[in-house]
């Protein structure tokens, strides 16, 4: 990330706002209850809901927005070069580390009861809550700021944090480790793996594999999906370890279920936004006019989760099938789950028919989207360019410049898109340099030319693949990328009669108007309440007909880019924009054709 800079546009404006939260969040109210837990006197006053609210109790996730928030922080850092986010990060590293002493323990933790809750469970007594996976959490937020941001006081806590884990799960057997298991972890095998990476210490590699589920992952390793039913965050970021316990040396089967699973839930149990699940849970395919407009599909937790296994998955096979599913649940996932105003972000992002998004609070909700949603926008140039020993992959279209030091080029991309189907990149190039440039040709577009200089020196209708312009490169060379934005209409298949509308990666939402809304009423404290919030009446189109002929009846509006109508049964104009450009308004994403 510190290779790219990002340029105006709204993954800028975007990560400018989450900058500005995280900043005005303070680290001592985080910390208070890790203190109270360690004998040491709070030095604020701790946050509310998730954090402390006794509604919420039940859960066990105080203390995980500490650990999120490390990680936004080492990513804010890495991303912008700001000292402002190291210091928060070394003091809060200061502050686990007293914890850690006066505890006389390396386990950190907020839970009410402590760190009897994590005894509990490893006894395996019945308890509530999710203890590992809000332990995950302040274990990957020291990672992240161990490995992006180089802080060595981070590094300490951590070590002494995962030596603790390592000493407290060695007497399980393998049996009562996996009844263990049944409970939400987060990514436990992922951040052992990770550890392991750091440090080569094989018991770290052993735990990571001991944290893997063996009862997800043997039916994923056969090829059966047995998802449905099943907590959908509870399983991507255990995949999300399959994959790296596969990367450092574990069973290559690993990976086979990772990528099983991928393909599964990207392919074929997505929505149009690439989001997926209903109240947090997959659901059976077939059932799908049940499910598809919930006030509560599409956990943002979980394309947050998603995108980060798409990433994983990418490095090993850079095909373009991850980057399209990558930039479709990019655009109508994570840079539409933050209201552009206040910085908030959503937790669901359902279809229901004249619903509304509705965003976190900034100081009495901490769910756990509020946690990955400061993660989300501060991380956008980690997707954009890829490159191995002499290709470079543009995967993305965002005004950006990518720095390659060890060839000694620059690219910079000028764009508008999706406003407009094309982009330009400008070479800039100490000497001829010889790199083979892969640019994408996405799904949506029916083909792609390549220009160089104002020359055309590719084309290609394989949608899906990359273009490659394979040359020595000059200082100043030009090349343009020109693609084909047309709308179209999705369904899943045993539900033909309900049709998202698309226009290229955008979902298309009917924008139906502020209908009973007043100002303020999207932010909200208690997710739990989604579809209850704001439940008046609202009047939403009926559109009729055949749903390509409805794509092809689908009209720009003159001097508004992005803007479109469409008739509806009455013959009044349905006003369409990009779902991500909602906010403050009820919409309507998926139809039901009369």
């Not at 989450?18 to 006053?45: M, S, W």
């Not at 057997?173 to 951040?191: C, H, P, R």
């Not at 255990?238 to 990528?259: L, M, N, T």
């Not at 937790?301 to 296994?309: A, G, I, R, T, V």
């Amino acid at each position: 990330m510190r290779d790219v800079d990002l340029h105006d546009g709204p993954f800028l404006h975007a990560q400018q706002q989450t900058e500005a939260y995280i900043l005005r969040l303070q680290p001592d109210r985080l910390l208070a209850n890790f203190r109270v837990n360690a004998g040491l006197k709070p030095k604020a006053p701790v946050y509310g809901g998730w954090e402390s609210e006794p509604m919420w109790a039940d859960i066990n996730c105080h203390g995980h927005t500490l650990g999120h928030y490390l990680s936004a922080c080492a990513l804010a850092y890495r991303a912008t070069g700001n000292k402002q986010y190291r210091q928060r990060i070394d003091y809060i590293a200061a502050e686990l580390a007293a914890c850690q002493k006066a505890a006389g323990s390396g386990l950190v933790c907020a839970f009410p009861k402590g760190a009897a809750l994590v005894a509990a469970h490893l006894r395996g007594e019945p308890i509530t809550g999710v203890p590992w996976y809000t332990l995950h959490k302040v274990y990957a937020g020291l990672r992240d700021a161990t490995l992006l941001a180089d802080s060595q006081a981070a590094r300490a806590v951590l070590l002494r944090l995962a030596d603790w884990g390592v000493v407290a799960t060695r007497p399980l057997s393998d049996a009562q480790f996996e009844e263990m298991l049944k409970t939400e972890y987060g990514g436990m095998n992922e951040v052992y793996a990770d550890l392991f990476v750091m440090t080569g210490n094989a018991d770290y590699r052993h735990l990571a594999e001991r944290f893997s589920q063996k009862a997800v992952l043997a039916p994923l390793v056969k090829g059966q999906d047995q998802l449905d039913g099943m907590h959908a965050n509870t399983q991507i970021p255990k995949i999300i370890g399959f994959q790296r316990v596969a990367e450092v040396g574990g069973d290559p089967s690993y990976h086979a279920a990772a990528q099983f699973f991928w393909k599964t839930v990207a392919l074929t149990r997505a929505f149009a936004t690439g989001g997926h699940g209903d109240n947090e849970h997959f659901f059976a395919m077939a059932d799908f006019d049940k499910h598809v407009f919930s006030a509560k599909g599409s956990e943002t937790c979980c394309q947050h989760n998603m995108l980060k296994l798409t990433r994983q998955l990418f490095l090993q096979d850079p095909s373009a099938y991850y980057a399209d599913y990558y930039e479709r649940t990019l655009y109508n996932g994570i840079l539409a789950s933050q209201d552009p105003d206040s910085g908030m972000a959503t937790y669901f992002q359902g279809a229901r028919p004249g619903y509304m998004k509705l965003y976190h609070t900034p100081e009495d909700s901490f769910w756990c989207c509020t946690g990955t949603g400061m993660e989300n926008h501060v991380k956008y140039r980690d997707s954009i360019y890829f490159h191995d020993d002499r290709a470079l992959y543009v995967n993305l279209f965002v005004p950006s410049t990518v720095r390659w030091a060890e060839q000694g080029v620059s690219l910079t991309q000028e764009t508008t898109f999706p406003a407009a189907a094309r982009t330009t990149l400008r070479w800039s190039a100490k000497r001829a340099t010889p790199i083979a440039l892969k640019l994408r040709h996405p799904r949506w577009s029916r083909t792609a030319t390549v220009l160089v200089n104002g020359q055309e020196a590719a084309r290609s209708d394989e949608p899906g693949s990359y273009v490659t312009v394979d040359r020595a490169w000059k200082d100043g060379d030009t090349v343009e990328l020109r693609l084909a934005m047309e709308p179209a209409a999705e369904h899943a298949p045993a539900a033909p009669d309900i049709v998202a509308f698309t226009y290229g990666p955008l979902v298309l939402a009917g924008a139906l108007g502020r209908q009973g809304l007043t100002p303020g009423a999207d932010i909200i404290v208690n997710e739990r309440k989604y579809g209850e919030y704001n439940d008046t009446p609202a009047t939403v189109p009926v559109l009729a007909g055949e749903a390509e002929a409805l794509a092809r009846n689908i009209r720009p509006v003159a001097g508004a880019p992005l803007e479109f109508t469409l008739a509806a049964q009455d013959g009044t104009p349905v006003r369409l924009i990009p779902y991500h450009r909602i906010a403050h308004e009820r919409y309507a994403t998926y139809w039901k054709l009369a």
